[in-house]
């Protein structure tokens, strides 16, 4: 057997079509999708099945509910799929993390229907897998198809789909993490990149107001701007367009908590306070939050204020740990002190 591609090994092919993956978007449009993708097996989780016509759910090979990325898990679900020409995945990040995996193990076509946008993970080529009670990133693979329908999208709670904005709002402060580990020797920073992904990141920050209502036009362009800042990532052959100091404060508090958050919402918490850290116009950013109605506090989050602060002064050990690329935290006080005077300054943290 071939080995199987990774980020380092992906070739040219693949890299070309992760810049442009196919994407479909309209209301109703999954029986198409499926009749035109037989045999197929289905990676999915029990909401977005649950949402399916009794004659979809009756057409695939088999059916799998997920509701672990842990790496034996994932080749568990592997080991007991029958074959088939397509893997299908439906639902949320887990769900398409999933299919992913299944579809990077075995070769096989696959089409990511996501069922939520708070995550990227339906235009991503890594696929997040947990080790040792951390999200590591394992693999390559491209979709064949990413159709987004948005009955189903729209059929889950709108907290969950508001909160894609995190996912790119994230940019934000990337962008300056980024610079600064150009600027620090410890990153190769391409300005060319950085302007695109930071137009991207304004277009959609318009779309605060829309994404509040759950429209289907924000929504798509959610989906598009992660499609677009993934080609970027793809072309500098890292993540930092897009991912730096506010998704390692959502790590951390992952691994500190054992829980899972909704993604964007945990984001968007670790953007106003890596914004803050940086002096990089939190308002903005907890205000674009808060017109797309996110809920981003340590109160939506169910985060109380000792367990915030045990995560922020652990953070530096934590990206050493972890091998996390340059970001404001690697020069910030995080000490109790610095992280009380943090707190205090955070705009609309605790309101």
Known sequence: M???????????ELRRRALDPPMRFGEGILDEVLAAEEPYVLVTQPQPLALLDPGLRERPLATRIVDS????ALDRLVAGLPDGETVVGLGGGMA?????????????RLVLVPGIVSVDACVTNTIAVREWGRVVYRGWVVPDLVAVDFAIVRAAPPRLNRAGLGDVLSIHTALWDWRRGGEAGKARFVPAIARRSRAALEGVMALAPAIGEVADAALEA?????????????????SQPQEGSEHYVAYRLEALTGRGFVHGEVL???????????????????ATLDAARVG??????????????????????????????????????????????????????WS
């Open 222 to 238: 959610i989906v598009r701007t992660y499609a677009l800042v993934n080609g970027l990532c793809v072309e500098v052959r890292h």
């Open 69 to 72: 990325l842990e790496h034996a």
């Open 296 to 349: 981003w506090r340590p109160a939506d989050l169910e985060i109380d204020r000792s367990t915030l602060e045990r995560a922020l002064v652990g953070l530096p050990a934590f990206i050493r740990e972890s091998g996390l690329p340059y970001s404001v935290i690697d020069e910030a006080d995080l000490s109790p002190v610095g992280v009380e005077r943090l707190l205090a300054t955070s705009p609309g943290l």
């Open 2 to 12: 071939d080995a199987l591609p990774t980020i380092e090994t992906a070739s040219d």
């Open 96 to 108: 398409l993390d999933a299919a992913k995996y299944v579809a990077w193990v075995r070769g096989t």
């Open 268 to 286: 968007g918490l670790g953007g106003v306070l890596m914004a803050t850290l940086q002096r990089n116009d939190p308002g903005r950013v907890a």
